[in-house]
Nanobody, 127 residues
Framework: QVQLVESGGGLVQAGDSLRLSCAAS????????MGWFRQAAGKEREFVAG????????DYQDSVKGRFTVSRDNAKNTVYLQMDSLTPEDTAVYYC????????????????????WGQGTQVTVSS
């Protein structure tokens, strides 16, 4: 099992940027695809971005393409989500997740395909 802890959320204004971090412990995440999801109040959890184990593949939800960038630093056992040009519609709790299917080149986009989850970090964007 992997323990994941998100950080970097907060209250910002529309147009601002935030960088979320997801620090892993318990085992290395170097071989795992990692994903970012978000859940707004009253809505279902949705895929935001994901990155394959070797960073060769990255996938994004259409609404964040060109604004969000997912990356990873395997030496630090950490995954990041750089969020630029934030809008109020990005307001949600953001979660990172690990897919323990080692060396897979697929970036899962469904929550059920991930094995371990963090507790989430709140991102609030005011207009």
């Amino acid at each position: 099992q992997v323990q994941l802890v998100e950080s970097g959320g907060g209250l910002v204004q529309a147009g601002d940027s935030l960088r979320l971090s997801c620090a892993a412990s318990g085992r290395t995440i170097s071989w795992y695809a990692m994903g970012w999801f978000r859940q707004a109040a009253g809505k279902e959890r949705e895929f935001v971005a994901g990155i394959s184990w070797g960073s060769s593949k990255r996938d994004y939800q259409d609404s964040v393409k060109g604004r969000f960038t997912v990356s990873r630093d395997n030496a630090k056992n950490t995954v990041y989500l750089q969020m630029d040009s934030l809008t109020p519609e990005d307001t949600a709790v953001y979660y990172c997740a690990a897919d323990r299917n080692s060396f897979s080149t697929v970036v899962p986009t469904r929550a059920g395909e991930y094995d371990d989850w963090g507790q989430g970090t709140q991102v609030t964007v005011s207009s």
